[in-house]
């Protein structure tokens, strides 16, 4: 049965940020959210919410056991999970359904102003421009649980080719300042690639 559930974890840990990554190739860049793909925006943000704390998980994974790098590695994904769902929510989700009433009334214009209250709003909005909160700290927490988790494997005896790739998902979301391409492909594919190539029960 351990054996069995090993092998389970094994598999997520891989697919999980794979899948991702692949979603993240068809994240919708806006130039004027009243012209949306709408069909394509709301798919790629509902799937978004389930593998946004997949992947997370799936980096948790990676430092099974104890030591300090792990435990900071697993709260950062923690935090991660929380307010990219929240982040992800308002600023797709929300965005998207308003997006859409707007353009099933016939006059889209009279909608632009509450859902740039949203896109823009410094806490949940979507902007990159006005740094929202919630992006933020998703994207610190990312960036401090991708680093602990490289040092923990380093500490572990793993090879140098998970190290490097978690480091490069750590920079992904951070250099480029979005999860769609190249940001997420980038984050995400570098954390399937640290998975694929670690061995299962690391310690750290």
């Known amino acids: 049965m351990i054996r069995s559930i090993s092998s389970w974890h094994r598999i997520l840990a891989v697919t999980a940020p794979l899948l991702l990554a692949i979603v ?8 004027d959210l009243l012209n949306l793909d709408l069909t394509r925006w709301m798919t790629v943000h509902y799937v978004q919410l389930a593998l946004f704390p997949l992947a997370a998980l799936a980096e ?3 430092v099974a056991g104890g030591g300090f790098a792990a435990k900071i590695c697993r709260f950062a994904m923690f935090v991660f999970a929380v307010s990219y769902i929240a982040f992800d929510t308002a600023a797709g989700v929300v965005t998207g359904v308003l997006v859409h009433s707007a353009v099933a009334t016939g006059a889209p214009e009279a909608w632009r102003a509450p859902i740039m209250a949203v896109w823009d709003h410094p806490v949940i909005g979507g902007s990159i421009h006005g740094t929202p909160a919630l992006a ?6 990312w960036l401090v649980g991708s680093l602990s988790a490289a040092v923990a494997l380093r500490r572990a005896s793993q090879s140098w080719v ?20 190249p940001g997420g492909p980038l984050t995400f594919g570098a ?4 998975a694929a190539t ?7």
């Open 191 to 194: 954390l399937a690639l640290a």
């Open 24 to 31: 993240e190739l068809f994240h919708p860049h806006p130039h």
């Open 136 to 141: 933020v700290i998703g994207t610190t927490a």
């Open 60 to 62: 948790c994974y990676l």
């Open 198 to 204: 670690t061995r299962w029960g690391v310690q750290a």
């Open 162 to 181: 998970p190290t490097v790739a978690l480091i490069a998902s750590a920079l992904g979301l951070l250099v480029f300042r979005t999860h769609a391409w």
